[in-house]
């Protein structure tokens, strides 16, 4: 109940292509998803995060859509940009207690020019 | 402002010889981790701290201890190292509860260890 499963492992796309990324969970006290975005040789970074009171929420060109009923969620890179050739995690966590986060096993996304 | 430092930031050990990772924030988090991050698995969770003089297991704490004396450091210790000990290391902090931002994890650089 713990797991945050997340697909695809890896992901290439051309530039200006929509690459998306997937993430289902189990635990229904969840109420807090993160996404996690690491460059090669650097420590992961917070990209945008969402709360499950809505469907979507965008942050430039990324986007969460969270769909509560069926406990996915996922991030949408619009207009992809070789810049954003890096690794992915989603995340999540509840209300109660130390709210730990629980990673999904993350997806490399490599952007071509 | 400095963040999460952790040192070194690769090291080899040889089977069963023993060593602390460093990590040091300068931001007055309160709530502390260190995760190891293996190709295909993602993060996960070894330590955590809520505060200085309070520290708690994770998912994966067999073979490693932790301390938190300071509210600024977190050091992690391996104990008789092993080749399955071998990995990325990242130290990772966020401010608590009840504060603006305080969902968010900043990690380090992590620390690379190899065990041979």
């Known amino acids: 109940q713990q797991q945050v499963k997340q697909s695809p492992q890896s992901l290439i796309v051309q530039k200006g292509g929509i690459p998306i990324i997937n993430c289902a969970y189990e635990?229904?006290?969840?109420?807090?998803f993160p996404w996690y975005q690491q460059f090669p040789g650097k420590g992961p970074a917070l990209l945008i995060a969402?709360?499950?009171?809505?469907s979507e929420k965008k942050e430039g060109r990324f986007t969460i859509s969270f769909n509560k009923s069926a406990k996915q969620f996922s991030l949408h890179i619009m207009d992809s940009q070789p810049g954003d050739s890096a690794t992915y995690f989603c995340?999540?966590?509840?209300?109660?207690?130390?709210?730990?986060?629980?990673f999904g096993t993350g997806t490399r996304l490599l952007v071509s020019p | 402002n400095a963040g999460v430092t952790q040192t070194p930031k690769f090291r080899i050990l040889k089977i069963g010889q023993s060593m602390t990772l460093q990590c040091t924030q300068d931001?007055?988090?309160?709530?502390m981790y260190w995760y190891r991050q293996d190709p295909g698995m993602g993060l996960k969770l070894i330590y955590y701290?809520?505060?200085?003089?309070?520290?708690d297991k994770g998912e994966v704490p067999n073979g490693y201890n932790v301390s938190r004396s300071t509210t600024e450091d977190f050091p992690l210790r391996l104990e008789l190292a092993a080749p399955s000990q071998t990995s990325v290391y990242f130290c990772?902090?966020?401010?608590?509860?009840?504060?603006?931002?305080?969902?968010?994890?900043?990690f380090g650089a992590g620390s690379r260890l190899t065990v041979l």
């Open positions: 990772a902090s966020r401010p608590g509860t009840g504060i603006s931002g305080a969902n968010v994890l900043t």
């Open positions: 635990n229904t006290a969840f109420d807090y």
């Open positions: 931001m007055n988090h309160n709530y």
């Open positions: 701290s809520v505060g200085a003089g309070i520290t």
């Open positions: 995340a999540a966590s509840g209300n109660t207690g130390f709210q730990k986060l629980v």
């Open positions: 969402i709360r499950p009171d809505v």
